[in-house]
Structures are given as C-alpha cells and as structure tokens.
C-alpha cells in the first residue's frame, strides 16, 4: 500500500517528499493548558463590513474565498458564489468588482503560489470540477476592469465527474495542486490532480459531505458531514490510502448543533493554529486545534453590530486567513455566508459577512 503522496507521483512521474510536522514540547504544554482553560461560554463577535446581496432569492450564496494582494494587501479580495448563476468578486469592504455568470457553482477554493492563483470549484450545471489558473499581477490589474475574471486565465479547464458534484477544497501535495470533490447526498469523495485532470482516488466518507478543507502543511484533509451523521473528520492522507481510518474530530454528541458546513484554517505558524468549523444549526463557530487530536477549545457567534450591521445564522461557506491585511484585519479575517441578511426589519437576499479575527483571538486569550 502507498500514501497518497507516492500514488501522486506515479499519476505525475515526479519526484517529491513530504516532510512530516514536529511537534515541540512547549507546544505540548500549550496543549494541556488550552484543555484546562477552555471557553466555556460562547463569545459574540460582528462583522465591521458585508457585501451587498446577491442578486438570486433564497437559499444562493454559499462560499467564499479570499485572494491575498501580497503586494498590496489591503487591495485584497474574495470570491462568493451564488450557488444557482455564477461567482462574484469583493473587495475586502464588501464591495462588488465582478461577477462571473459560470452557471451553479456551489463551492470554490483557492491556492496561491509564486505568481500564480490556483482556483477550483464544483459547477453543478454540468457536474463538473472547474479549474483556473491566473497569474496574480494579471488579476489584480483588471478586477476593476473584466467583468469575468476567469476569463483571464492562462489554462483553465472543465472536468467530468462521475458523482453528483457538491462541495470542493484544494491543496498542495508535493507541489501538486490537488482537489476534493464531494457528493451530494453521499459518500463518495473524489480526488484529482489538477494540472492533467486525473482521478487518482474515490474513498467513502460514511454519509453526505459538503464543505472541506485541507491543511497543506500537515497533509491533513477535514470533512464536515451533514445530515444523517453530523460529524466533523480528520483524514491524515501520510497513511495509506484509502484513508479508512479518519479521527473523528467532533459530532452532534459534543459540540455541533445541526449540520456542520462550513470549514477553514487559522494559521498561527506553518503547522499549528486553529480549524474553524460552521455549526449551522445554532448559528455558531467552533474552534479546533489545528494538532492532533483537533481539542475544541471554543465557540463564538457573530452577531448584530453596533454599526448596523446584522449577525449571521445558518452559515454555509467560510473562509479564513491568518494574513496581515492592515487596518482593521491586522490579525487576518473570516468571510462568512449569513442565511438571514436583515437590513433593520427587512429580510434582504442571503450576502456575505467580514469578519476581523482579532475579535477571535481576543476571546480566546
């Protein structure tokens, strides 16, 4: 049997090498402690900025990405999408420069390396793993400009699925940018090496699975579980594959309430930090050790703002960065989807909400 990194490298004919995280002793410690003086009362945070709605009724928006300006962070910007037309593109106060009308893209991620931006999605008009790849000077020098985005990339391509397609993360593997596709209503997840658009894997996560996250550093994938089961899992993809042996991170028995959704990385250095989990059904936010064995430390809620703006419930998509965006997102910040946008006493359609995560690690202190 081989990991997965092994069984890349037969699909790609490289040459690469995993290096496996170290653990320090004083990490250990912070370990015990974090144990012993966890939150127990959840914490209210709020958004300081909000995108405007989305232009489809109902249940649309789903999730976003952030895209980093490292040359200008505060130029910084995400993707939202609405689950039924296409992509949008914020700017990191909320305001529109883009949409890109791709058809029903559900969920979408994103890697950047060198010069260049990885993004990935699942297209469900024509159940399908889409996949661009756009040089970062490229992008950040027309946003204000196309009013498709994608159509700047420099290889972009279209790939059947076998599956009914449902959520996506991306992450790097030996270099290689690598997908996850779920399914919609079961077990299966796939994986595909992007670049020659290879399946080099289904396993079975036990039940339907939307949102997912790898951890790049720790080769480590996370899967939310909703419906039947309700369960947050770790695949630690240095075993063999087919990963059959996950640890089961948390479930409706402990801390979720509902479905979890939702699913995003803090990252405080290249292998520790914090996963950050959507537990839809009481409209919260749990926080997870980004070590094994993934304690939960926390939850917060975010809530109504005293600037106006409203909180968010029943949250999808989320995405989170550890980067120093300046201003008010010196501590980095999550983009969360709200279900229920009110503006005062009027239910608007579904929008996305910005969070500083300072107020975060404020409250986990």
């Known amino acids: 049997m081989m990991n997965m990194e092994q069984h890349i490298r037969l699909v790609l004919d490289t040459t690469t090498k995993l290096t496996k995280p170290k653990i320090s002793a004083s990490f250990l410690l912070a370990l015990v402690l974090i144990t012993f003086v966890a939150c127990s009362q959840d914490t209210s945070i709020y958004a300081l900025d909000e995108t ?49 009308p791709l058809g029903a893209i559900n969920n979408i991620d994103v890697r950047q390396k060198n010069s260049e931006i990885y993004l990935a999605a699942t297209n469900r008009s024509n159940q399908s793993v889409e996949y661009w790849v756009i040089d970062q000077d490229t992008f950040f020098a027309n946003t204000h400009e196309s009013q498709d985005i994608f159509s700047l990339s420099k290889r972009s391509f279209s790939i059947a699925s076998s599956i009914d397609i449902y959520g996506i993360c991306i992450g790097m593997i030996g270099g290689t940018p690598v997908a996850f596709s779920t399914e919609d209503g079961g077990p299966s997840v796939e994986i595909w090496t992007l670049e020659n658009q290879k399946l080099i894997g289904v396993f079975d996560n036990g039940g339907e699975s939307e949102g997912c996250v790898f951890d790049d550093e720790n080769q480590t994938l996370f899967i939310s579980e909703e419906e039947t089961n309700g369960v947050l899992k770790a695949y630690d ?129």
């Open 237 to 365: 993809l240095n075993q063999e594959y087919p990963f059959s042996n996950p640890v089961i991170v948390d479930s409706r028995e402990g801390n979720i309430g509902g479905d979890p959704e939702g699913v995003a990385i803090y990252k405080t250095s290249d292998t520790e930090g914090y996963v950050i989990l959507s537990s839809q059904g009481d409209n919260k936010y749990n926080v997870y050790n980004r070590q094994k064995p993934y304690q939960f430390i926390s939850s917060f809620t975010v809530d109504d703002s005293p600037h106006g703006i409203d909180g968010t419930s029943h949250t999808d998509g989320i995405s989170v960065s550890s980067y120093n965006f300046g201003g008010k997102y010196t501590k980095g910040m999550m983009i969360a989807q709200d279900d229920e946008n009110l503006d005062g006493e009027e239910l608007k359609n579904q929008n996305f909400k910005i969070i500083p995560f300072k107020q975060v690690l404020n409250a986990l202190k």
């Open 52 to 100: 405007g709605p989305v232009n489809t009724a109902e249940d649309a928006a789903d999730d976003p990405a952030i895209i980093i300006n490292y040359k200008n962070p505060s130029a910084s910007l995400f993707f939202g999408t609405d689950k039924t037309a296409g992509v949008y593109l914020y700017d990191l106060k909320g305001m529109q420069q883009s949409f890109s």
